[in-house]
T-cell receptor, first 112, second 117 residues
């Protein structure tokens, strides 16, 4: 089955710790994205990547970092510099430059 | 900047009722795409439809229909004979061309639909 997987589904971390969220896709899509969703709000773009070894900041990149070493994988690190990291994080992918994006199941991060 | 407004925060209906979810957008692009996504309680966003700005034909897919009106910058979504399984948060989204040639999606804040038996 082709799709996007995110792990883990729920993640708890102590304040001040970095944490990495996994995103893998087997759709052979070139582009991948990370979004953040807060209660009662829409999705906001954190980072996106058009090709391997290339990525661009989105609207709310501060306190986050990414890498794209393989076409299938686009991990997101939430660093201790992110002031309010508790949120629902969604990964997406698309063919080349989109615009149609397909989403993974999401990771709910709670920082205690 | 692009903007998507979903003024209805939450709608409650009884099963078999028809319901319309409103979406109004603002864009400076002449070519753009509009989308609807469904987010069930599990959290994953499910793609429902994409329309491009050149195609104003309404579309019907089973119990779902979409009304795109460029003159009023609206892209409304109607569910006919709603069912409990339709309960979810629905997001309207608009593509935005960036200077990298890339297109990102701008999302509305979503409308929570509750369908009771």
């Amino acid at each position: 089955d082709g799709g996007i997987t995110q792990s883990p589904k729920y993640l708890f971390r102590k304040e001040g710790q970095n944490v990495t969220l996994s995103c893998e896709q087997n759709l052979n899509h070139d582009a991948m994205y990370w979004y953040r969703q807060d209660p009662g709000q829409g999705l906001r773009l954190i980072y996106y990547s058009q090709i391997v070894n290339d990525f661009q900041k989105g609207d709310i990149a501060e306190g986050y970092s990414v890498s794209r070493e393989k076409k299938e994988s686009f991990p997101l690190t939430v660093t201790s510099a992110q002031k309010n990291p508790t949120a629902f994080y969604l990964c997406a992918s698309s063919i080349e430059r989109g615009p149609e994006q397909f989403f993974g199941p999401g990771t709910r991060l709670t920082v205690l | 900047a692009q903007k998507v407004t979903q003024a209805q925060t939450e709608i409650s209906v009884v099963e078999k009722e028809d319901v319309t979810l409103d979406c109004v957008y603002e864009t400076r692009d002449t070519t753009y795409y509009l989308f609807w996504y469904k987010q069930p309680p599990s959290g994953e966003l499910v793609f429902l439809i994409r329309r491009n700005s050149f195609d104003e034909q309404n579309e019907i897919s089973g119990r779902y229909s979409w009304n795109f009106q460029k003159s009023t910058s609206s892209f409304n979504f109607t569910i006919t004979a709603s069912q409990v399984v339709d309960s979810a948060v629905y997001f309207c989204a608009l593509s935005e061309a960036m200077n990298t040639g890339f297109q990102k999606l701008v999302f509305g804040t979503g409308t929570r639909l509750l369908v009771s038996p």
